[in-house]
């Protein structure tokens, strides 16, 4: 891991479908190199693949993240996606579980949660509700293709969903640039030497800009509103570099705590987000039929 992966890893977060070519561009590589670098990436365990996330509030939902202190073997996690409302879990290092939860009814799905997993959450964090236009089926229907393979080649994505090419770019480009759909790497510990590249959990109110002055190199890849929590990706050059930089934030103004947090795994609960995008795609079609019918 090096300076050149991690900026790879932050275009990624950023636009993780752009091409080997664009890619390069921003980290001034060529596309073999940005190739070989993924590869390696991979290999190594720092890059496991990637997942959808969509904005619930188009589901009608709000996403609370629910955590989980008491450490679970992968076969439990995989159990924990079945349980209600779940959308992603992240698997920590230390076996605990960040559990995205998708819902109408938050207090509801955090008690059938608790039951499922037979323990009481340490804590739990709502997100932003976000102000985004309704989608059309045409808009779902895209989310509907990308939902198993957020890389699929577009072409296989236009094959898939039926549609025209410049149908889908133009759903597809809507869909991204309004982030109603984000495509996440799905980031491990890793096992080679070298730089480290780690979450950070931040509670607290301080801005991105004050938070730079302790970590220059930090992207803010998600944020809770109740209470107010930064999810950072940051790279460090050792642990000591690590902890002296953590214990430098929990001294800054506005941040009650800051907390590295490394996931095993990141894993999605694809079944419950496709049945999501059916029930909109029928409710819509209901619609449709029905003003066709009284035109």
């Given at each position: ?7 790879l890893?932050v275009?990624?977060?950023q636009?993780?479908r ?13 596309a ?6 993924l590869?390696?990436l ?32 992968r ?5 924990a ?5 779940v ?42 509700t ?11 229907m ?12 577009f ?29 996440m790497?799905r ?5 080679s030497?070298?730089?480290?590249v780690?979450?950070?959990?931040v509670a607290?109110k301080?801005s ?10 930090a992207?803010?890849?998600h944020e809770?509103?109740n209470p ?6 940051c790279r ?16 800054l103004?506005?941040?009650?705590s800051?907390?590295?947090?490394l996931?095993?795994e990141?894993?999605f ?12 795609i ?14």
């Amino acid at each position: 891991m090096d300076s050149k992966d991690f900026q790879l890893l932050v275009a990624l977060h950023q636009n993780a479908r752009q091409s080997l070519l664009s890619l390069g561009r921003r980290v001034s590589l060529s596309a073999p190199a940005v190739r070989e670098r993924l590869r390696r990436l991979h290999n190594t365990g720092v890059l496991l693949g990637y997942g959808l996330w969509v904005d619930p509030i188009v589901f009608g939902r709000q996403e609370v993240l629910v955590f989980f202190e008491r450490d679970r073997t992968r076969e439990q996690v995989i159990r924990a996606l079945k349980a209600p409302d779940v959308s992603y879990i992240g698997w920590k290092l230390d076996g605990g579980l960040t559990v995205g939860v998708w819902s109408d009814n938050i207090g509801r799905s955090t008690r059938e949660l608790s039951l499922a997993l037979g323990e009481k959450p340490s804590g739990h964090a709502v997100t932003g509700t976000g102000d985004l236009q309704p989608l059309s089926i045409l808009d779902f229907m895209v989310v509907d293709a990308l939902i198993d393979n957020p890389k699929i080649p577009f072409k296989e994505l236009v094959e898939s969903t039926g549609l025209s090419p410049k149908t889908v770019r133009k759903h597809l480009d809507s869909l991204s640039r309004s982030e109603t759909i984000v495509i996440m790497p799905r980031l491990g510990a890793g096992s080679s030497p070298g730089e480290l590249v780690y979450n950070l959990a931040v509670a607290g109110k301080a801005s991105m800009s004050e938070i730079r002055k302790v970590l220059e190199d930090a992207l803010l890849v998600h944020e809770t509103r109740n209470p107010p929590m930064k999810y950072l990706l940051c790279r460090s050059i050792d642990l000591g570099d690590v902890n002296s930089k953590t214990r430098a934030l929990n001294r800054l103004q506005g941040i009650e705590s800051a907390a590295v947090t490394l996931n095993r795994e990141l894993v999605f609960a694809n079944e419950f987000i496709h049945s999501l995008v059916q029930e909109r795609i029928e409710k819509l079609e209901k619609i449709r039929v029905s003003q066709t019918v009284f035109a």
